[in-house]
């Protein structure tokens, strides 16, 4: 049996929305490089729907798939329906994760949630 | 397909497989049974100790045949551990990148009373006779310092440790996995009391291994039971297993020169070539090293990733990186070289066979090249770096 389902596989090898959102509207940073994971996500939000969004990661196979799917997941979505995300979903969406890389789809959904609360905290600032 | 880890574990020979397969049909017999077939499997029982004990400048009657590396680092520990508490004497001297089967030992022995020291294995990899030296006290019972280290492939002054536990008497027990079959090994001129090692490393089969024991040491069993190997490893033997490592570690020695020879080559143009990628850094002093060892961190990148796209290239290699082995911690041996954890996470570990070519060579350098650039355009820590927010440790 392999390490990772063909659907952590192909989200590896073939990362969806990598990259930067230089004028982003919310920007989430998570995980430190001592503990080996380190994801960068990027909004880009026009009437409460995520327009864009990209990521960047450092970290092993299934964090950079559990990056890129969810920010699959997210995209086009309202700023409420990504508030939902769990990592439990990033997890199933991706056929499962091994028990000991299930921290990854957290980061996720972590990566996203600090990047919404950043998009709203900018929001109320203005 | 290339396979680049051979430090994990090696192809059997054929030499080898031919033994195995040859004994399981026609020596299946107990060694401990009277008649024939039972005498014959115990001729060919100790026809592999012999080969197996004139490798190393041993005596036959000095090699317990064990169940591999780990069960050989247990007894070893163990038995020095039973003596030295009979002498009221119960520190340990060894040192912070040993394998897991003796740090593993030593921490159950710690749970015992046992006080453990260890030497540090600086920069370069590589134990300092004389900090051993220094570490030995009056109540020390027994020394053990890995021959060559298993990521690095760093090569230890045993020789120089050997002699200093000759000179204080203390006993001095080796964990030599990597080196036997890779390296020249003799018990006697390297002053060794004890020694681990493992058939599959030498391209034997798994499961079997061997624990020299020198003369007027008593061996503590570890494994209770039958009258087998002296009565110091109940049992019934591996009999093809032995003698399939017999033929293994023989065929080992008898090329040992020549593939020094091709190894080393082909491990220094892998090293000059993975130089030339940016803010890289080679593990481990680089000449004394194991022939077949290249050992890097790649800064910016985590080394799963690297592993499963080179996979995906045809390259099969490991990685000290913590998710490879589902802790969160990376390798303990690059962190006791002093390795911080941001890079130490980026490894890769190499350990080519004998087969390898020159094109192999130039391929894995150009993919692994290829794939490191890759990983670090969309990552966040290599973005730091390059824009100065970081500062780069390579």
Redesign the interface.
Known sequence: MALYSEKVMDHFRNPRNVGVIEDADGVGEVGNAKCGDIMKMYLKIEDEIIKDVKFETFGCGSAIASSSMATEMIKGQPVSEAMKLTNKAVAEALDGLPDYKMHCSVLAEEAIKNALEDYESRKNNK | MIYADNAATTKMSDAAIDTLTRCMKETFGNPSSLYSIGQTAKEVLEKAREDVAGVIGAQPREIIFTSGGSEADNQALLTAAALGKKNGKKHIVSSAFEHHAVLHTLERLKKEGFEVTLVDVHENGIVRPEEVEKAIREDTCLVTIMYANNEIGTIQPIREIGAICRQKKVLFHTDAVQAIGHIPVNVEEDNIDMLSSSARKFHGPKGVGFLYVKKGIKAENLITGGAQERGKRAGTENVPGIAAMATALKEAASKLDENTVKLSAARDRLIAGLKTIPHSALNGDEHSRLPGNVNFCFE??????LL??LD?KGIEASSG???TS?S?D?SHVLLAIGRV??VA?GSLRLSIGETITDEECDYIIKSVGEVVEYLR???????DLVSGKKQFIL
């Open positions: 910016g990148i985590e080394g799963e990733s499963l796209l995906d990186s913590a998710c589902g969160l990376p954890h941001d996470h355009g969309f990552s966040p820590v290599w973005r």
